[in-house]
């Protein structure tokens, strides 16, 4: 840090197993990612260029190798993975994917139907071969699942590979784990929370309000995804207890010392 001051959370240190900030590049350019990471490098863990925009990207590779200089894993949007599998190419996939050198994946299942024993196989199909992060919940506001679902899905996709679970967002924060407001369901998560480990959960969280609940409920070293390039520095003021949300969150009633 830039100067010392005390009473300051721990965070995990990179390359972090958890309290992990994932970034969601939506087509920044080369620029752009360089003057971003020239502050943000060490809070980003892991960057999802989002939905389909790799396909459209120019300077696609230079772009991945930009990240992967400071040793930030780059992954594409689980759309994307979708959008391969409803024209039967997942072995085309798995060739894009080991063709880019990309050692994480995202499988989801968030704007087509895969049954779930057949979205498995592919968890254990691309483990073999890469880290995977598997996404629980649907972008379609309508389809509200019961926690049990959600928790039985997340510990199938764990027990088959994947590394980390996503917990459903979208990009705005208004569906899955969120109303359409973007007000937490807050029964739902804490009901995942007694039996899925909160270290394996990435709760997609782009907006502030859901970002300081988090950190409120789980602490500094909560994951946290979707979060916008312009937002790292910010989250990361937020984690420490150097955002008037969360300033008082770590710290005795006297001001003085660390709480938790």
């Known amino acids: 840090?830039?100067?010392?001051?005390?009473n300051i959370p721990d965070r995990t240190s990179k390359p972090r197993n958890y309290g992990l900030t994932m970034v969601m590049d939506k087509g920044m350019g080369l620029n752009g990612a360089r003057d971003f990471l020239s502050v943000a490098a060490p809070y980003v863990d892991i960057v999802k260029l989002g939905f389909g925009t790799s396909y459209v990207t120019n300077n696609l590779r230079e772009k991945i190798d930009i990240y992967r200089e400071l040793g930030?894993?780059?992954?594409?949007g689980g759309t994307l993975f979708e959008a391969f599998?409803?024209?039967?190419q997942f072995d085309d996939y798995l060739a894009m994917v080991k063709d880019y050198?990309?050692?994480?994946?995202?499988?989801?299942?968030?704007?087509?139907?895969?049954?779930?024993l057949e979205k498995l196989g592919y968890i254990e199909k691309l483990a073999k071969h890469v880290t995977v992060l598997s996404e629980?919940?649907?972008?379609?506001a309508t389809h509200i699942m019961p926690p049990y679902k959600w928790i039985e899905l997340m510990r199938a996709e764990l027990e088959a590979g994947s590394t980390y679970v996503i917990a459903e967002a979208r990009e705005a924060?208004?569906?899955g784990i969120y109303r359409?407001?973007?007000?937490?369901?807050?029964?739902?998560v804490q009901e995942i929370l007694t039996q899925i480990p909160y270290e394996k959960i990435i709760w997609e969280a782009p907006q502030k309000s859901q970002q300081v609940y988090f950190l409120e409920l789980l602490g500094a070293n909560v994951n946290l995804g979707n979060l916008a390039p312009s937002e790292v520095i910010p989250l990361e003021s937020t984690r420490l207890g150097l955002r008037g949300d969360t300033f008082n969150l770590f710290l005795d009633p006297s001001g003085q010392g660390l709480i938790k």
């Open 1 to 6: 840090m830039n100067f010392k001051l005390n």
């Open 72 to 76: 930030i894993p780059v992954y594409f």
């Open 85 to 88: 599998l409803v024209r039967n």
């Open 101 to 116: 050198g990309l050692d994480h994946v995202e499988v989801s299942d968030g704007s087509i139907v895969i049954p779930h």
């Open 136 to 140: 629980v919940g649907s972008k379609d």
């Open 173 to 175: 924060g208004n569906v």
């Open 180 to 188: 359409t407001s973007g007000e937490v369901r807050e029964g739902l």
